[in-house]
């Protein structure tokens, strides 16, 4: 198969679109090759090219980045009953690196061997989705249902099967719970429950929540954000504005990486309650939270592990984690298909084709945007420009033709 294709590289910490031309990449023995329908952008991509976010991966290597998609499997390389050419798979982006951590026993990759470092990540240690075609290793790639794909097609039609770019974040979002209830060692009861930061994630938690009978309240430091988000959630859950109410929640997500978001939690959570740290801090942020090093947030988000602890006079169990269960990611890819209305709403615009400087906007009444300099949008998005007003969930669809 001969075609011109496009991947978003990373080199000497430059981003840009990469055209490449001849036979696309044949798979080896246990691979995959997928045609890319859809990739997410995550605000972990945005953090780790402008810097508030560290990862490892060589400077000097070609990079490709993204680590958020959904394709059609195109070709295997040897036997794999389990998969046919045609069928669509969501890519799970986190390989155990054996050589760095020989010490991680765990059969399956899960939060505690992602945050202690015993993984390579695709989109920043090694090459990741944002490409017109990926080969993938089997073990990271999870068949989508028929089932799922005709529930997703009825309730997000223009979408249709991109839609399931959004399994990763989900996947990641339900094993939030899964550790909270490990920790309590038993299941979480519904009660109040407040979501700080309103972003694609912030919706996904809010999700998640009112799934498990949980009254949802909403806050982001950009107000229009919050009111993206409720529009987004349909109208279920409320807007917090934290100025003029003092709630006491029994749980607390923070999807915002901020300091001024975790003080807002520990604010509002109430005494005995649970507050989450989803989001890893900000560069800055991490020095402004523990200037006396003493209770140090973001190892708290990276090592999957419960704390007790009393902040400003108020008992707490604190709780955090990087990445997912692999297990539960046929859990994932249900509950997008079970939600795809309003995940529809929250993918706020698409950028048709990697190379393409514009940003379609979904949004009723929205209008498009376009990179001033005409360079590619996905580049002008990852280096930092501020869209969050104006729109929630951006996918890039690498074929234009299956979207108009």
């Not at 945005?46 to 998609?69: C, D, F, M, Q, W």
């Not at 430091?221 to 029994?250: H, M, N």
């Not at 190379?355 to 949004?363: E, G």
């Amino acid at each position: 198969m001969s075609k011109q294709r496009f991947e978003v590289q990373r080199h000497l910490e430059q981003v840009y679109v990469a055209r490449q031309s001849g036979d696309v990449p044949r798979p080896r023995s246990g691979e995959a090759l997928l045609q890319m329908v859809a990739c997410g952008i995550c605000g972990a991509d945005i953090r780790v090219v402008t810097g508030n976010k560290s990862a490892t991966g060589e400077p000097n290597r070609y990079t490709t980045l993204g680590h958020e998609g959904v394709g059609r499997i195109i070709a295997l390389g040897g036997n794999a009953p389990e998969f046919q050419p045609g069928d669509y798979a969501i890519v799970l982006p986190h390989i155990h690196d054996r050589e760095r951590a020989p010490q991680c026993f765990a059969p399956r990759i899960d939060p505690v061997c992602i945050g202690s470092g015993h993984t390579l990540h695709m989109g920043w240690d090694i090459d990741g989705c944002f490409a017109d075609f990926m080969v993938v290793p089997i073990t990271n790639i999870v068949r989508i249902a028929q089932r799922h794909l005709r529930l997703a097609a009825r309730h997000a039609p223009r979408l249709r099967e991109a839609i399931f770019a959004l399994v990763e974040p989900m996947l990641c979002t339900l094993s939030a719970y899964e550790l909270i209830e490990a920790e309590l060692q038993h299941d979480l009861p519904p009660g109040s429950a407040l979501v700080v930061g309103c972003g694609p994630i912030g919706i996904l938690h809010s999700l998640a929540l009112l799934d498990r009978g949980y009254e949802v309240w909403i806050t982001d430091a950009v107000r229009k954000r919050a009111e993206l988000a409720w529009w987004c959630l349909g109208g279920r859950g409320r807007i917090l504005d934290p100025a003029k109410r003092r709630e006491a929640f029994d749980l607390v997500m923070i999807t915002a990486s901020s300091a001024d978001a975790i003080r807002t939690g520990e604010t509002l959570v109430r005494k005995g309650g649970i507050v989450y740290l989803f989001a890893g801090l900000n560069s800055l942020d991490r020095e402004a939270m523990d200037p006396e090093k003493i209770f140090f947030y973001e190892r708290l988000h990276r090592t999957a592990q419960g704390i007790r602890l009393s902040r400003r006079d108020k008992p707490a169990l604190y709780l955090g984690h990087s990445g997912y269960f692999e297990s539960l990611a046929p859990r994932a890819i249900a509950a997008v298909a079970a939600n795809a209305a309003s995940l529809d709403r929250a993918v706020t615009g698409v950028i048709p084709g990697f190379s393409s400087p514009r940003i379609l906007s979904r949004l009723p009444g929205g209008i498009d945007w376009t990179a001033g300099d005409e360079s590619p949008a996905i580049v002008s998005v990852l280096r930092g420009a501020d869209l969050r007003e104006r729109h929630c969930k951006l996918l890039v669809l690498p074929d234009e033709e299956n979207y108009s």
